[in-house]
């Protein structure tokens, strides 16, 4: 069996030898003692001054195909649609989001969104003033947003279509469904938003899915991480959370062959956090192997406000088909 020489310096644990290249330290000193020579033969623990060792070529190819030979995740350059089911919950008030959401991937570091169906806690809306408001949130959609070369967002695009879209066809509808001094005051407030939608970034990113699906992740990680800051706001605060977050790049590809970043940290100083303890932010990004799309999003957000923590959930999974 043909095999290869590996350097192994600093290295003194074989068991974490064996399980990286999937072979049993005892197969493992085996084979090393056949093919090495009289003065590198192993005993059953690896010697200090041992600094290379023979491993079989196959196991090696097999290694090989794992590893992430680039620490640099470059953003998706070709176009296509991918819909994500998407799941918000969060605690304590037990409140849970669920949707579909269509992404399509356009020339020049563009993406459209569009949005589904909202159930909140597994129910259709049904109460007038969440009916009014899911109503009025679909004229926001499809949007249009250009992104940063890593992935986050940029600009709105097609602003002026949403506002015709809001004056011709949402908020008629609207007017011709809902009256009354709430419907007035909540039409006042998504008047203001459409108005400004062109410059209105920082209203879109209240909502917790864009933040988190367009986070800088095309980027380059020295040594396989990369320290930044990231924010998110939590709608049960009416405040945003700033914290210090590490992406750390797993330097081998997952069982099923995908890109795997972890992103972990601590909440900044927030005057919100009444007491010593800090939020933490906790989550998994799985990207294809070739087209570097996003295939799934797991973890949560944290914070603290008067003693008692503040959780945000999230799972956005790519579906094969609609539900």
């Not at 989550?283 to 959780?311: A, C, M, P």
Request: charged share 25%; glycine share 4%.
């Amino acid at each position: 069996m043909e095999s290869v020489k590996i350097e192994i310096e600093n290295l003194v644990d074989i068991n974490l030898l064996s399980e990286e290249y999937d072979i049993s330290k005892e197969e493992l000193i085996s084979f090393h003692n056949q093919n090495c020579t009289l003065h590198e033969l192993l005993p059953e623990q690896l010697p200090k001054y041992i600094k290379h060792i023979y491993i079989p070529l196959d196991k090696y190819n097999q290694w090989k195909k794992k590893q992430i030979l680039s620490a640099h995740i470059e953003i998706p350059e070709f176009s296509g649609e991918f819909t994500y089911g998407v799941s918000i919950r969060q605690e304590p008030s037990d409140l849970k989001m669920h949707y579909l959401t269509d992404i399509q991937r356009l020339p020049g570091n563009t993406v459209s969104v569009s949005r589904q169906k909202l159930y909140v806690n597994d129910e259709e809306v049904n109460l007038m003033v969440e009916k009014l408001i899911e109503t009025a949130g679909e004229a926001l959609y499809p949007i249009h947003l250009s992104l940063h070369q890593q992935g986050n967002l940029s600009e709105i695009k097609n602003g002026k279509d949403i506002q015709i879209r809001w004056k011709e066809v949402y908020l008629p509808k609207i007017r011709e469904r809902y009256v009354g001094e709430t419907t007035d005051e909540m039409i006042a407030k998504f008047n203001r938003f459409y108005e400004h939608i062109e410059t209105g970034m920082v209203s879109l990113q209240h909502n917790i899915f864009y933040p988190v699906f367009f986070l800088p992740l095309y980027d380059r990680y020295p040594n396989y991480q990369k320290k930044e800051q990231v924010e998110f706001y939590f709608p049960n605060l009416g405040e945003t959370v700033l914290y210090d977050a590490v992406f750390s790049l797993q330097k081998m590809y997952t069982d099923r062959g995908r890109i795997l970043v972890h992103i972990t940290g601590d909440q900044c100083y927030e005057e919100i956090s009444l007491d010593e303890k800090k939020g933490k932010i906790d989550l998994v990004y799985r990207l294809d192997k070739k087209t570097r799309n996003i295939s799934s999003v797991t973890g949560t957000l944290s914070t603290f406000y008067d003693h008692q923590e503040i959780k945000i959930f999230i799972e956005i999974y790519q579906q094969e088909s609609y539900l």
